[in-house]
C-alpha cells in the first residue's frame, strides 16, 4: 500500500489471525470508501473477498458505479469480477437507480449484439468473458422487479424484466456455434435453465415452445452428457410454480396446456431412455422433490421420500448412482433451506427426534464408510439444516442437566404447543384413521374412531328404534359440538338489520340466514322433509361450501370439515346396514311353535 503523504487518506490493513487457526470469524467497521479502497489496493483474495461481502450493505450510487467500471478492467480476473456481479444485484435498484442493473445489460448486449444490430456468433475463446455472461443471463433472469408501467392485475407483482426476456429469447433463437472451437451444450442449458427460472406471464408460451424444441431435438441429436434435457427436467417445475401452472386443469389457456403436456411427455421418455444414467436418475429426482413443493406437501415428508429414493439403488448396490442421488438431494435442500430452517419449529419434539435419527442412520451406514463422497453430502445435508447446533429435540434433555434455574424453561407457550399438538392427534385420529375399527388404547377423547363418536352422542341408544333420521341427527350434534362449528353459527344466526329511509318514513328490513345446521336438524326432527340420509349429507356440505364463500373459514378448514362430515356419513350408513342385517337375521331365526 502506497503511505506517501501524496495520498490524502492513506489506509493501513493489519491481518489479524490470516490463517483463520485461533479466531471463527472477524466482523471489522468500515466506510465505504475504505471498503472501495481495500477492493482496489489489496493483493490477497481472502481481503477482496471480504470487502466485496461489505460492499452488498452500502446501496448506495457511488458504490455501484464504482464496481461497474471495474467490469471494465481488464487486469482483474474474471473470478473477483463475477463476484461483483453478485455484489451489484444484490444492491437495490431504488437506492442505486439500476445503475448496476442497466450496466449488466449492456454488457451481455456488448458481447453477443454487433454494430448493426445482428447476433454474433459464438466465440468462447475467451474464457473469462464466457463465464461472465453466463453469471449475467443467470442472474438477470433470477431478478425480479416491479414494472415502471403498473398494468391492471398485476400491481403488487414483480416480475423479470421485459427487455432482459426478449434478449435471451433472441440468444437462444438466433443461436449460431458454427465459427466456435468450442461446444455451446453448456451454454445452451445455462440460457434455457435461466428463461425457465423467469416469472413474466406474457413469455409463457414463447419459453415454453424453446423447452419443447430442445427438448424434441435431444432425442434425435443429444447434447453433450445431455445437458439441456437434465436443466430442463430441474428447471420446469420451477416455471410452472412462478406462473400456477399446476395442477393441469386450472391452465385457462389451451395452447399452454398443451404445450405443457408435450414437455411432460418428452421428459417421461427421456427418462425412460436413459434409465441406467446417474445423471438423469439424480435430475428425475429433483423433479419430483420439486413437484412435491408445489403440491404443497410437508418438507420433512420430501426429505424422507428423498432419502427412501436413494435407498432403493443402495440395497442393489448401486452406488455411483446414490452419490448422484444425494448430491442432488442436497442441492434440493440449499434451494429450500428456508422450509428446512422452519422444520424445527413446525414439527413436534418427537417427530424432530425421528428426522435426527433417519439422518444419523444414514451417516453411519455402511454405504457412507464405503463411498467418501456420499458421506460427504449426507452430512452436508445435516448440518444445512441444523447448522452446527445442537437439534432443539435434545436441547431440553441438555438443559435439564445444567444447575441453574429451570423456570424460564416452563412458559406459557409451552402449553399452548402442547394444546395444538391434541388438536393436530385429534385430527389425525378422526380424519385420517376412520376406517380402522379398533378398540381405544386408552381414555383419551382424542383416540376415538367415528363408530364409537357416533354411539357416544346417543341419548335413547335403543338399537331396536334406530333410524336413518337419528344417525343424521347425531352427526349434526358432533359437528355442532365443535367450537369453530358454534362460532360460524352463531355469526350466522344473527340478524342483519338495515334501515332505509324514504320520503314516506324508514322502513326495516329484517334478513335472517337459514343456510346453517340447526335449521337442518329442526328439519330433521319435523320430518318429511328430507327422504333419505344422502340428502342430508348433500345438505350439510353445501352449508360447509356457505361457510367458505363468506370467508368464515379457510381452505383447509374447509377441507377438514368435508372429509370428517364424509367419514361420519360413511359410518352412519354401516351401522345402519348392520343393524337391518342383525334385524334380517332375527327374523329368520324366529320360529312359530304351534300347541
Known sequence: MNLTSGNRNPALWIKLDPDNGYLKSVKINQTENIWLLQFSQEQELAGKYAALKALKNFPTIPVASTLCSFLENRDLDYRYKILIIDVLLTLSPETTSSRGVDNLYNFATKIKVDVDNSLKSNDFSQKGEYFMLKKVIKKLCALREKPRILNQGFNEESFTDLNHIKLFLRFIKENDNSNNAYDDSYYLANLIGSLLSVKNPYFIKKILKEALRYLQLE????????????????????FCANHNLLPKNTIEDEKIRILSGKIKEALERFKDKYTDDPRVISAYLYFRLEKMVLKKKKIWDILIFGLKFIEQFKLNQRFMIAENLISSLYQFVCEHRKLFYHMQSILTLEGNKKVVEILWEVLNQPMSSISIKFRHYAYLIYREIYYEMLPVCYCKNLIEKMEYDLDWFDFDSQAKQMKEVNKEKKFLQLNKLV???????????????????????FRLAPESQLDWKKLARQILTILMSEKTTD?????????????????????????????????????????????????????????????????LIDEETKEEYELLVSNLFKEANNILRDYEKRQADKIKSFKIIVT
Do not use: C, W
Not at 530 to 541: C, G, H
Open 487 to 551: 362460532e360460524i353459527e352463531e355469526k350466522l344466526n344473527e340478524e342483519v338489520n338495515t334501515t332505509e329511509n324514504e320520503e314516506s318514513g324508514a322502513m326495516i328490513i329484517k334478513i335472517k340466514n337459514t343456510s346453517n345446521m340447526k335449521v337442518i336438524k329442526k328439519q330433521l326432527s319435523k320430518g318429511g322433509y328430507y327422504q333419505n340420509i344422502e340428502e342430508v349429507e348433500n345438505e350439510v356440505n353445501s352449508v360447509i361450501q356457505t361457510y367458505f364463500k363468506k370467508k
Open 435 to 457: 376406517l380402522n375399527k379398533r378398540k381405544r388404547t386408552s381414555m383419551d377423547k382424542t383416540k376415538v374412531n367415528p363408530r364409537e363418536l357416533l354411539r357416544s352422542h
Open 219 to 238: 432425442q434425435v441429436m443429444p447434447s453433450y452428457q445431455n445437458s439441456i434435457a437434465l436443466k430442463i427436467m430441474k428447471k420446469y417445475n420451477t
